[in-house]
């Protein structure tokens, strides 16, 4: 696939990712201090089949697009920076093992990725009492999260896997 043509294709996969992102954030449970939703499983996918860049800009299109309809940007924003860096960390991996067991790794790096930027900035902005505290408190809700969404991508990963092996083909 020539250079132009690979990247029209990811500028495109980026695009329909982070939209299902946005619309999957939507299926959520409120939690005290967050909401777990189905928003990071599509992160997951773009960063099994395709580049750390790709992934992060999935996270972040994730974080602004749901911060836009909840009016929650400081918890948002923040999450889909984090979810963008599980993202780059599973495009990595997936390269070196098994995308389904990246998939999983990576779903379990939110709970330092994911909840430690939104415990950053709700420290920063002092509407929490401290990191420590704020990363604690969330720890029920990111767990919720993440159970679902790892189950959810992997089983996703897994089905691609084993019917559209080529998606998984990296130059």
Known sequence: MASRERRSFILIYVAVFGALSIVLSSIRVSFPLGNPNLGSTPVSI?????????????????????????????IEIPAGIGDGMMGVLTSWL???INPVLAVAVGQLSR???TSGMIALSLTISKSYPGFLEAWIAMIPAITA????NLALSTA???GLRRFYPSVFRRP
């Open 156 to 158: 996703a990963v897994a």
């Open 94 to 96: 997936s390269r070196r």
């Open 111 to 113: 709970y330092f990725f």
């Open 145 to 148: 999260s993440i159970i679902v």
């Open 46 to 74: 773009a960063a099994a089949a395709s580049p750390g860049l790709a992934a992060f800009a999935v996270g972040l299109i994730k974080g602004l697009g749901v911060s836009l309809w909840t009016g929650q940007a400081l």
